[in-house]
């Protein structure tokens, strides 16, 4: 007996976990936040298609890994060994605290997993959702978690800027797979050409997922460029706003900070030292400000890019009215069908929009005219060959109405967008992302649509503090 006992004893004692197998059961919990600062072409904190989320796991559903009777025997004794190994080995609290740490990161990423195999659908029946439209959900809500409740020019908490690195190395390694086979030459050693096929990743993933991890990288650094600042942030508190009308006529909806409502009392504001920011901060804080808005241009670039591609969902094309003029309106449809220079800034102006309401709707009524008329258009050509209707670049399109009322409404409606970037996601677009099958898509679109946002705030927080450098300066004045 004392034999077999001194050999268990000192077989414990020297099981070591590996650090790879420490790295692999690395995964924190996703937590959501309902910050009124995250831009607002994220659509909401969350993404319309997922789960709400707690503020103590990634879901509010229980994980099964958490129900009873589930786990083997094998996997108790091998708890309970471990367990026994804690108390024989005398090991210090932080090890402790390690080792039970793992236990709970790696029944985390159980639950991840089964998310993603389910779809959400925690019934197990097969009534969740599609493969891409979960892992879109799981960018979005990674995102939440991480930059949700982060409102400030300053370093991004360590624990934070780890969970993230490591959940979207892990939502990102999906692309790793996803390949397209093209033919290569090869020489054999009898001196043969031959020809064979090859996979690589495949054309939009390998074009555009390196970049969007350099935007990322670089936006992490604008954040960590803030460590010791001259200015600081009020925990709780408001100033009064003054009329909204000079942003409305500016072309941006965005409250900025020391313009906020009472109602907005969580959120800090910036404050800086009598006589404004120094000249180094200053210039620190515009050149950080023209960065992020060229990163900011380029994830919007990229998203818009990867919803062009998406397919149009039948149930959209199936809700669209007969008539191009009853979506935009007597109005909008005479200047667009009888002006010979159609100019999309001028009708803008015109159209006095006042808030980001208004913009949307608009949005929304172009883009649904301009489905209509390019239906209308193909339809006006079914008798001609295919090449004629699949080619609208033809002459013969290009006197036909339908495709001139089309082509206006999508410059109208890209000048829209140019004016406020800041817009919700349009009908098309959130229903291109709900049916949505393609995952490469999936992970580009969710990808890029998050770091616009996260770019637009940071800008956002920028000029919030200089606009209050540039309060207290003419204070002193």
């Known amino acids: 007996m004392d ?6 004893e000192s077989y414990d004692l020297g099981y070591q976990p590996s650090p790879s197998s420490m790295d692999q059961s690395a995964v924190e919990t996703s937590t959501m936040s309902s910050d009124s600062f995250l831009s607002r072409r994220t659509n909401s904190d969350v993404s319309a298609f997922s789960e709400s989320v707690g503020d103590g796991s990634y879901s509010g559903d229980a994980s099964p890994s958490c129900w009873p009777n589930v786990k083997s025997n094998l996997s108790n004794q091998a708890v309970l ?25 790696l029944e985390l990423m159980k639950e991840r997993f089964a998310k993603l195999l389910l779809g959400e659908d925690m019934s197990g029946s097969g009534k969740g959702v599609c493969t891409a439209v979960t892992i879109s959900n799981s960018v979005t809500n990674l995102y939440a978690t991480v930059f949700g409740a982060n409102l400030r020019l300053e370093p991004l908490n360590p624990e934070k800027k780890a969970m993230w690195k490591r959940e979207m190395d892990c939502l990102l390694s999906v692309c790793d797979y996803i390949v397209e086979l093209t033919p290569v030459s090869q020489t054999l050693p009898n001196g043969t050409c031959v020809e064979m096929m090859t996979s690589r990743p495949r054309s939009d993933i390998y074009i555009n997922l390196p970049a969007l991890q350099k935007l990322d990288a670089m936006l992490i650094e604008v954040l960590d460029s803030f460590q010791d600042t001259e200015f600081w942030y009020a925990e709780q508190g408001s100033i009064s706003s003054k009329s909204t009308s000079s942003a409305a ?18 959120v800090p504001v910036p404050c800086a030292p009598p006589g404004g920011l120094s000249e180094k901060s200053r210039k620190h804080l515009r ?23 998406m397919e149009i969902p039948e149930s959209y094309m199936a809700s ?28 803008l102006d015109c159209l006095h929009i006042a808030s980001e309401h208004e913009a949307l709707e608009l949005a929304d009524r172009v883009e649904s005219s301009m489905y209509t008329w390019r239906r209308k258009a193909c339809m006006s050509n079914s008798k001609s060959s295919w090449v004629m209707v699949k080619d609208l670049m033809s002459e013969t399109d290009r006197n036909d109405k339908n495709h001139v009322l089309a082509e206006r409404a999508e410059t109208l409606l890209f000048s829209l967008k140019q004016r406020y970037p800041e817009l919700s996601q349009t009908s098309l677009d ?39 450098d540039r309060s207290m300066r003419n204070q002193d004045q």
Not at 3 to 8: H, R
């Open 3 to 8: 034999n077999s006992l001194s050999s268990d």
């Open 81 to 105: 060994s471990r367990l026994g190994m804690k108390k024989r080995m005398n090991l210090t609290d932080d090890k402790l605290e390690d080792l039970e740490a793992m236990d709970s990161e």
């Open 249 to 266: 006529a500016s072309g941006s909806f965005r409250r900025i900070s020391v313009q906020r409502s009472e109602d907005k009392w969580w």
């Open 287 to 309: 050149h950080k400000r023209d960065s992020c808005n060229q990163i900011h241009k380029a994830a919007m670039a990229i998203n818009s890019s990867i919803l062009s591609e």
């Open 320 to 347: 669209l009215p007969k008539s191009g003029k009853a979506c935009l309106g007597d109005s909008i449809y005479r200047y667009m069908s009888t002006s010979e220079k159609f100019s999309p800034e001028h009708l």
């Open 430 to 468: 959130t229903c291109k992302i709900q049916y949505n099958k393609d995952v490469g898509q999936a992970v580009l679109e969710s990808y890029s649509r998050v770091l616009e946002s996260f770019a637009y705030n940071i800008v956002a927080w920028i000029e919030d503090v200089i606009h209050v």
